[in-house]
């Protein structure tokens, strides 16, 4: 596994390391014409990084480490404003749009607490797909099965590999229905889907006003929830594991189990073996509202009216350059009227009374992140039909707890060798922290039955 943050901060602390050689050699994984850098990043900080490293090894030396990311290399998503770039969001659509006036609040936060940003990441054209294929900059091939060339997961396709090929100690993405917990699900990765408003999101270019979040991709859960903290302006404290003992987990028996293949079905069984052992009162429950998420969403759902409102002006004037997977979508959302668009708000606000109601009496939902391994590449791309069922079967399970406004995070539950598989816990709104508690607690228990 890749190493965590909190080990390479106690590396910089005792002076085993330094920031300028972490710095080095994440930059040099990220130029190896052998590897994948030339498809994970748009936009490598070279000079920048190397100078900013120097920096914090000199306020480490003088005793000023500024948080627990002090030093250490990140990536961004190329969705945030960065002062004097061009913000492209995976898309040659904006090559001619004003650079940016001023940093977005996640990267000044960032910024501020010593995190390197060592480059922008590739991802989904305008981050809609859940599938991470960019015919404009290529697509990262997921560190499992190169050979085969499997698709990393989107949109923040990049933000992944930038942290399995050791190129970033970790990564910041956004998700709008699972963007950064399906590819850290398919590239064997912790990543976070916090509450959405307890992270800002100006300076960031939107899919979908009502569903975006930012969050973080990274080796563990504790990773993530210091990234988090770091995100949300909240203190810069751990939570402590949950107990597992008499913990109680709800499983829904709606929607999110159909369509699994076999080596999700058997990491989640084996999964959810594991957590009864370990004392925790798992529950199927039936959680019927998932089965309207369809009707509701019928024509055409939040992403699709809220990306057109932003993307109509772009599209007259380049239009031909976006990917054509990509603008289709986008422009469904012409059709929704504004009496169509009030019908959704009512509808979702009744569905997440409705699920919340139904999760009172459990510690959070655990479900598989995505019910598929990672699929070729090749066949994707060859195949409209083929692209688009795929894309809705791994954004499906994800996507209804951005719909709930809650908070999510998938940990690895495959075993080693294997393709990676996530496993989903889950909550409403505001369990940000619980969620977290017990996530690291699942996560301590997989890797103590993996070691025997």
Same mark, same amino acid.
């Given at each position: 596994?890749?190493?965590?943050l909190?080990?390479?901060?106690?590396?910089?602390?005792?002076?085993?390391?330094?920031?300028a050689?972490?710095?080095?050699?994440?930059?040099a994984?990220?130029?190896?014409?052998?590897?994948?850098?030339?498809?994970?990043?748009?936009?490598?900080?070279?000079?920048?990084?190397r100078l900013?490293?120097?920096?914090?090894?000199?306020?480490?030396?003088?005793?000023?480490?500024r948080?627990?990311i002090?030093?250490?290399?990140i990536?961004?998503?190329?969705?945030?404003?960065?002062?004097?770039?061009?913000?492209?969001a995976?898309?040659?659509?904006?090559?001619? !749009?004003?650079?940016?006036? *001023? =940093?977005?609040?996640?990267?000044? $936060?960032?910024?501020? /607490?010593?995190?390197? +940003?060592? @480059?922008?990441?590739?991802?989904?054209?305008?981050?809609?797909?859940?599938?991470?294929?960019?015919p404009?900059?290529?697509?990262?091939?997921n560190?499992?099965?190169?050979?085969?060339?499997?698709?990393?997961?989107?949109?923040?396709?990049g933000?992944?590999?930038?942290?399995?090929?050791?190129?970033a !100690?970790?990564?910041?993405? *956004? =998700?709008t229905?699972?963007?950064? $917990?399906i590819?850290a /699900?398919?590239c064997? +990765?912790? @990543?976070?889907?916090?509450?959405?408003?307890?992270?800002?999101?100006?300076?960031?270019?939107?899919?979908?006003?009502?569903?975006?979040?930012?969050?973080?991709?990274?080796?563990?859960?504790?990773?993530?929830?210091?990234?988090?903290?770091?995100?949300?302006?909240?203190?810069?404290?751990?939570?402590?594991?949950a107990a597992?003992?008499?913990l109680?987990l709800?499983?829904?028996?709606?929607l999110?189990?159909?369509?699994?293949?076999?080596?999700?079905?058997?990491?989640?069984q084996?999964?959810?073996?594991?957590?009864?052992?370990?004392?925790a009162r798992?529950?199927e429950?039936?959680?019927?509202?998932?089965?309207?998420?369809?009707?509701?969403?019928?024509?055409?759902?939040?992403?699709?009216?809220?990306?057109?409102?932003?993307?109509?002006?772009?599209?007259e004037?380049?239009?031909?350059?976006?990917?054509p997977?990509?603008?289709s979508?986008?422009?469904?959302?012409?059709?929704?009227?504004?009496?169509?668009?009030?019908d959704?708000?009512?509808?979702?606000a009744?569905?997440?009374?409705?699920?919340?109601a139904?999760?009172?009496?459990?510690?959070?939902?655990?479900?598989?992140?995505?019910?598929?391994?990672?699929?070729?590449?090749?066949?994707?791309?060859a195949?409209?039909?083929?692209?688009?069922?795929?894309?809705m079967?791994?954004?499906?399970?994800p996507?209804?707890?951005?719909?709930?406004?809650?908070?999510a995070?998938?940990?690895?539950?495959h075993?080693?060798?294997?393709?990676?598989?996530?496993?989903?816990i889950?909550?409403?709104?505001?369990?940000?922290?619980?969620?977290?508690?017990?996530?690291?607690?699942?996560?301590?228990?997989?890797?103590?039955?993996?070691?025997?």
């Open positions: 596994m890749t190493e965590t909190t080990a390479l901060s106690a590396a910089l602390t005792e002076r085993r390391t330094t920031s050689a972490l710095t080095e050699a994440a930059l994984r990220a130029s190896d014409k052998a590897g994948e850098g030339a498809r994970v990043f748009t936009r490598l900080y070279a000079d920048r990084a900013a490293a120097r920096a914090s090894d000199d306020l480490r030396k003088a005793g000023f480490p948080s627990p002090e030093g250490l290399p990536s961004i998503k190329d969705l945030f404003d960065v002062a004097g770039e061009t913000t492209l995976g898309s040659v659509a904006l090559d001619d !749009a004003p650079p940016a006036e *001023t =940093d977005s609040p996640v990267v000044k $936060r960032l910024l501020a /607490a010593g995190a390197v +940003l060592v @480059g922008r990441t590739n991802m989904t054209e305008f981050a809609f797909s859940g599938l991470g294929i960019n404009h900059y290529g697509t990262p091939l560190p499992f099965d190169r050979a085969t060339g499997r698709i990393p997961g989107g949109s923040s396709s933000a992944a590999v930038s942290v399995t090929d050791g190129m !100690a970790a990564a910041i993405g *956004t =998700d229905g699972g963007s950064v $917990r590819p /699900a398919l064997g +990765l912790a @990543g976070f889907k916090p509450t959405a408003r307890r992270v800002p999101r100006d300076g960031v270019v939107p899919l979908s006003t009502s569903l975006d979040s930012i969050g973080p991709l990274a080796p563990s859960v504790a990773c993530c929830a210091i990234l988090d903290a770091v995100l949300s302006g909240e203190a810069a404290n751990i939570p402590q594991p597992l003992d008499g109680r709800a499983v829904p028996q709606t999110v189990l159909d369509g699994m293949d076999a080596a999700v079905a058997a990491a989640f084996a999964a959810l073996s594991l957590l009864s052992r370990a004392g798992i529950t429950i039936p959680l019927s509202e998932f089965g309207s998420i369809g009707t509701i969403n019928a024509k055409g759902g939040f992403a699709p009216a809220e990306a057109w409102h932003w993307h109509r002006a772009l599209i004037r380049a239009g031909p350059r976006y990917d997977r990509v603008l979508r986008i422009q469904r959302g012409k059709d929704m009227s504004a009496a169509d668009y009030i959704l708000l009512t509808a979702r009744a569905w997440i009374e409705a699920v919340e139904r999760l009172a009496p459990f510690d959070a939902l655990i479900m598989p992140t995505v019910p598929i391994i990672a699929p070729a590449i090749a066949a994707l791309q195949d409209d039909a083929a692209y688009g069922a795929t894309n079967l791994i954004l499906r399970n996507s209804l707890i951005n719909f709930l406004d809650g908070c995070l998938t940990v690895p539950c075993e080693q060798g294997s393709a990676p598989v996530g496993l989903m889950a909550g409403a709104g505001g369990q940000d922290r619980r969620i977290l508690a017990i996530g690291q607690a699942v996560e301590q228990a997989i890797a103590a039955a993996q070691r025997g």
